[in-house]
């Protein structure tokens, strides 16, 4: 699967902002999810993810109420919707996909886009 991020850019706190991310290559469908995010100098992190239906979802703590994620299967594309963003959301967003595994370890995911940058201001 080759995965493509975008959307990302420069917001000020409070704002929102949807990111996006095309698949090709493989079937979509047969894929669960995820977004993760690297801010400077720190490991990447879980942000959320989708299962394959879309029927499940899961978030990080630190997002939990501002974002959302979800996923249309007929265009091969998932989304990640961030509402009342932060500064410490600030970080580049990767979105990635995975057949089976624990849906918030990065060791799970088979295939990374190549990331997005989102810069929130005070």
């Known amino acids: 699967v080759q995965l493509q991020a975008s959307g990302g850019g420069l917001v000020q706190a409070g704002g929102s902002l949807r990111l996006s991310c095309a698949a090709s290559?493989?079937?979509?469908?047969?894929?669960?999810m995820g977004w993760f995010r690297q801010a400077p100098g720190k490991e990447r992190e879980f942000v959320a993810s989708?299962?394959?239906?879309?029927?499940?979802?899961y978030y990080a703590d630190s997002v939990k109420g501002r974002f959302t994620i979800s996923r249309d299967n007929a265009r091969n594309t998932v989304y990640l919707q961030m509402n009342s963003v932060k500064p410490e959301d600030t970080a580049v967003y990767y979105c990635?996909?995975?057949?089976?595994?624990?849906?918030?370890?990065?060791?799970?995911?088979?295939?990374w886009g190549q990331g997005t940058q989102v810069t929130v201001s005070s």
């Open positions: 990635a996909a995975q057949s089976r595994g624990s849906y918030y370890s990065i060791q799970s995911y088979d295939y």
């Open positions: 290559g493989r079937t979509f469908s047969n894929y669960d």
């Open positions: 989708i299962s394959w239906s879309g029927g499940t979802t």
